[in-house]
């Protein structure tokens, strides 16, 4: 055995694992099929805000946890990555949010003159918002810091990385499909535009439950990134110029200067979904341990603080 712990899967759900067991005094292994600034974690819109994740008992807990960390992060927004930014989520209500919602000091319904036109309702917040090239490069960073190692490499099965430590942290997202089985896990795509800033200094979301379209403007230090589409099964990563226009339309309509702006970048994304996020632990042959920690959908980003120290509990017994 050449380590304690290796974690596989570099995005943000993986690197953040890696990163509390590390700390923790666990010689740790990362493995990543992506250098870590070209997984999926790298092109996400990554607001503070649960976004279609079960099960709804243990989210609440996970978010609260997750929110202490961004917070105490956001007092250094240079190193981390992470700001508290003010902004606008149409069509939610305060009811609907759980106690992670108590921790936010500006949370407040919006008054009619805040909301853009064709929405009656709206909820007001400073929550993190992260930039995420940024705050891979951190992680990595501290990560190394405490000891751990990354690892290029692409595990041809779980029994790969069992056969060189006692125990694994499966938290490869999409790959699980093939890793682990996992038929349930499935891709929803998201296209988004990056263009230069014409003055935006707030965020804004609204999403339609049931449709693949969204409208969300996410002011960050390289630009506005603007989104965005949800579409369920679908693994092409080539940017598709219609969705592109239509998402800069869509973002232009809320905010006229941005019909203008330089485009940037174009990016697509393949969020990691399942019916509900699998965080568990199951023995190996041998006496070893296996942690799942899968199917955040997307969402790792705002749970990633938490289910990291719920799967190191599970891992460490």
């Known amino acids: 055995m050449s380590g304690d712990v290796i974690v596989v899967g570099g995005g943000v759900i993986g690197l953040t694992t890696a990163l509390v067991l590390a700390e923790s005094g ?4 990362l493995w990543t099929r992506d250098p870590v600034a070209r997984t999926t974690s790298a092109v996400a819109g ?3 805000w649960p976004y279609r994740i079960e099960p709804a008992e243990l989210v609440d807990g996970w978010l609260e946890r997750s929110l202490a960390q961004y917070e105490e992060m956001a007092r250094r927004p240079d190193e981390t990555g992470v700001r508290v930014v003010a902004g606008l989520m149409t069509d939610t209500s305060p009811d609907g949010l759980g106690a992670w919602s108590g921790r936010l000091g500006e949370l407040r319904e919006a008054r009619p003159d805040e909301l853009p036109g064709g929405f009656r309702q709206g909820l007001r917040a400073a929550v993190p918002l992260i930039d995420m090239p940024a705050h891979l490069r951190y992680l990595k960073g501290r990560f190394r810091a405490a000891g751990g190692t990354v690892e290029l ?7 790969e ?3 060189e430590a006692p125990v694994v942290v499966n938290c490869s997202g999409l790959g699980a ?5 996992d038929a349930s896990v499935r891709p929803v795509r998201g296209q988004l535009v990056v263009v230069e800033n014409p003055g935006v200094d707030e965020w804004f979301v609204s999403a339609v439950a049931g449709s693949p379209d969204m409208t969300y403007i996410m002011p960050q230090p390289y630009g506005v990134l603007l989104g965005g589409t949800s579409t369920e099964n679908d693994w092409d990563l ?3 110029p219609a969705d592109a226009a239509a998402v800069v339309a869509r973002c232009a309509r809320i905010r006229p200067s941005l019909a203008g702006a330089r485009v940037l970048e174009h990016r697509v994304g393949l969020r990691p979904a399942r019916p509900r996020v699998r965080l568990e632990a199951v023995p190996l042959p041998g006496g070893g341990r296996l942690v799942h920690n899968y199917g955040h959908g997307g969402a790792g980003v705002t749970v990633a603080w938490g289910c990291a120290e719920d799967a190191a509990r599970l891992a460490l017994g």
């Open 153 to 159: 490499r692409t595990a041809a099965g779980l029994g």
């Open 177 to 181: 499909r093939e890793l682990a089985a």
């Open 238 to 240: 080539a940017p598709d």
């Open 26 to 29: 666990h010689r740790v292994r």
């Open 161 to 163: 990385p069992a056969a």
């Open 46 to 48: 990554a607001l503070f």
